[in-house]
């Protein structure tokens, strides 16, 4: 759907910086905007984060992105009050990641498949700070 709306000015300048920053054009800038903004609207305790793997949905609050909440989810076999327990949330908050990633399926099995292929090497690329260590085993008297 093409649609046209006006922005203020100095709102236009910021969109263009965003556009430019992450190599979008304006157009493409407000249309992900619209829908990140629509989606916050429909869903609970979304918000929308750049990260080294590009803009993903996170939750308020907190520092870990929806896929990675459903990752955990996998981990304690779909258990959502362990979950919740874990991270110390509320239950509806990990029930709120399981609806978005229910209404996004491709966005949430890219991330996670992304994720499951790095490998050391791709994670320096992004981390650069990253280093490799070996523990020990110390023997007990």
């Known amino acids: 759907m ?23 054009t304006p ?14 609207s429909e869903f609970a305790f979304l918000d929308f984060r750049d990260s ?11 520092t870990l992105a929806v896929w990675e909440v459903m990752f955990l ?4 076999k779909g258990n959502i009050a362990a979950v919740a327990k874990h991270l110390r949330w509320p239950d509806a908050k990990v029930r709120a990641a399981v609806n978005y990633a229910e209404a996004f399926p491709e966005e949430i099995d890219e991330a996670t498949a ?7 090497e791709t994670l ?7 280093a490799t260590f070996a523990s020990r085993k110390t023997e007990r008297s």
């Open 52 to 62: 080294p793997a590009g803009r993903q949905a996170y939750m308020q609050g907190s």
């Open 2 to 24: 093409v649609l046209s709306m006006r922005l203020p000015m100095e709102s236009g300048r910021r969109l263009k910086r965003i556009a430019n920053r992450h190599g979008w």
């Open 73 to 76: 989810l996998r981990s304690y």
């Open 114 to 120: 992304e994720n499951d292929s790095a490998d050391f």
């Open 27 to 40: 157009s493409d800038a407000s249309a992900r905007l619209v829908e990140e903004g629509l989606r916050r």
């Open 124 to 130: 320096k690329r992004m981390l650069p700070q990253a």
